[in-house]
């Protein structure tokens, strides 16, 4: 499916801290005057800025959603094709993927076949055997809201004798800022957009916090949700501007019409992936055509995005029920 590209969905974001953050840089520097631990930098908009790589806030956005999934299913491979593998378990070296691999080296359904067997999860972040569909890019500061940078002091305390084992030390931490950042799905389900709906909810609710020190109150964050765009690059919009038509072949739907990957494939294509077929939500949001004119996509404004999100999290609790 990655030699496709079906429909592909934006979500623009900004994160506020609603306490200290720290995304730790990984290494001491040379200069004495600065703290022990320092905030991640890089140069960005003509100079040198703290920001929050996107792959600290991918590891932790996958790890919800490996909570979630693991809350409602098992994390241990069934017997084939009974049920959902839902998430992997991180301490079992399973090499289910690996012999499947090596099983079926000249057979061009290989890609399906293992996006298939993988785990719910996986198949959204990816694994050593298949590509990854979510990308989320790095969280630069707002120039325009000014960030507020502290410095903390901390020790570790024995857990024997209730003395000072190692410190004190002090931390950077950030306090105030916006910062913004883009999530981008490929090739996905409406069930996929769905649980990183229920990830973004949870974040924001503070169930759990990005970078250091999470489990001493450090790394809660709000989630404003600007806009996001769902589109459709193989597909036009009919001259009544009523109908999405699928380049290439007969399929069409109502212009209003959220659709999931398994709907642009064919019945036995969407069954080779483990596609869910049907999987569409109709919207309140009317398609447009992309620029250049070619190209559909539905665009839900600040305000509103929650609302696309609850129609992926409709799919997300149909799959639930049909896979008990």
């Known amino acids: 499916m990655h030699k496709r590209f079906v429909n592909h969905c934006t979500i623009y974001l900004t994160l506020i801290p609603d306490g200290p953050i720290l ?38 956005i996958r790890a919800h959603a490996e909570r979630i999934v693991r ?48 785990s719910f999860t996986d198949q959204m972040f990816g694994n050593t055997s298949i590509a ?21 002091n901390g020790v570790a305390i024995d857990r024997v004798f209730g003395s000072v084992a190692v410190g004190p030390f002090n931390y950077q931490v950030c306090t105030a800022g916006e910062f913004h950042t883009k ?13 990183i709906g229920l990830v973004l909810r949870d974040l924001d609710d503070g169930w759990f916090g990005l970078g250091f020190a999470k489990s001493r109150g450090l790394g809660t964050v709000q989630v404003k949700l600007n806009s996001a765009v769902v589109q459709y690059s193989g597909c036009v919009l009919s001259e009544d501007k009523r109908q999405i038509h699928a380049l290439g072949s007969q399929k069409q739907w109502n ?49 509103t995005v929650h609302d696309l999100f609850e129609r992926g999290v409709r799919s997300w609790s149909s799959l639930l029920v049909g896979s008990r």
């Open 132 to 152: 990854s569909r979510v990308t989320i890019e790095d969280a630069y500061p707002d120039k325009s809201q000014p960030i507020k940078i502290e410095e903390r």
């Open 255 to 303: 212009h209003t019409f959220l659709l999931g990957a398994g709907e642009f494939l064919e019945p036995e294509e969407a069954q080779l992936y483990s596609f869910p077929k049907p999987d569409s939500q109709d919207t309140p949001v009317a398609a447009q055509e992309m620029d250049l004119g070619f190209g559909v996509q539905l665009t839900w404004r600040e305000g």
């Open 183 to 195: 999530i981008h799905l490929k090739n996905f389900t409406l069930a996929q957009l769905g649980l």
């Open 23 to 60: 995304i730790k840089s990984g290494k001491e520097g040379a200069d004495p005057t600065k703290p022990d631990m320092e905030f991640v930098e890089t140069y960005h908009a003509g100079g040198r800025s703290i920001y929050l790589p996107g792959s600290s806030l991918k590891g932790a």
């Open 71 to 118: 809350t409602v299913g098992s994390e241990e491979r069934p017997p084939e094709n009974t049920q959902r593998l839902w998430a992997n378990n991180p301490l079992n070296n399973d090499s289910y993927l690996e012999n499947l691999k090596k099983q079926n080296q000249n057979n061009p359904s290989i890609g399906a076949k293992l996006y298939k067997h993988s």
